[in-house]
């Protein structure tokens, strides 16, 4: 798996789709990407994950209620080859939230117990960012999105159901309500730097 991944296979939406026939896999293949890259867009992260360590800058703020520096990092679920440093190494720190890797869940802060500064980019994390596994919800919340932009070439302008009938329904310009139900514990917000 590498950074920002398809999270389904175009297998996997025909499979949900129940369709058998190779005639649409074009147009399938493109509804996973949109629908992954509008997974990235509503959850303000990426699940997939870098194959090697990268180092990137942070500015660190500082938390008056621990009386520490605090970095906020990209998503993080693996300490291999992780290393902070300021103009020096910085070893005394805390990756946060505390038993994150127990949950299967993220780092997305660092509090530095020792050393630290608020100099804008002054923070350098070398590490492999990302998610170790694409999460389940994430996945089905794909598989919900990409069904819906591949059927939307069966809603002319936008519009579903039949006027006629009563059942006339808009489609709106925004991620299915289902999945905003199933990507709502993944959502990240950012502290502003």
């Known amino acids: 798996m590498g950074w920002a991944p398809d999270y389904v296979t175009a297998t996997d939406l025909k499979a949900y789709l129940k369709i058998t026939d190779a005639l649409d896999d074009a147009q399938i293949a493109l509804a996973v990407t949109a629908a ?75 509090v530095l117990n020792t050393g630290g500064t608020g100099t804008e980019d002054a923070v350098t994390v070398t590490a492999r960012y990302g998610w170790t596994v694409i999460p389940v919800a994430v996945q089905q919340a794909t598989l919900l999105q990409a069904s819906r932009l591949f059927t939307r070439k069966d809603s002319p302008y936008g519009v579903a159901g039949s006027p006629d009938l009563g059942s006339e329904m808009r489609l709106l310009a925004q991620v299915d309500p289902d999945v905003k139900v199933a990507l709502g514990p993944y959502v990240r917000w950012w502290a502003a730097a």
């Open 36 to 110: 992954s890259r509008a997974v990235d867009r509503y959850t303000n992260r990426q699940f997939g994950q870098l194959a090697a360590v990268e180092a990137r800058k942070y500015t660190a703020q500082w938390d008056t209620s621990r009386c520490k520096w605090v970095v906020c990092i990209d998503d993080l679920m693996t300490t291999a080859g992780l290393i902070v440093a300021t103009a020096a190494a910085i070893t005394d720190y805390s990756l946060r939230p505390t038993n994150a890797d127990l949950k299967g869940e993220p780092w997305t802060h660092i």
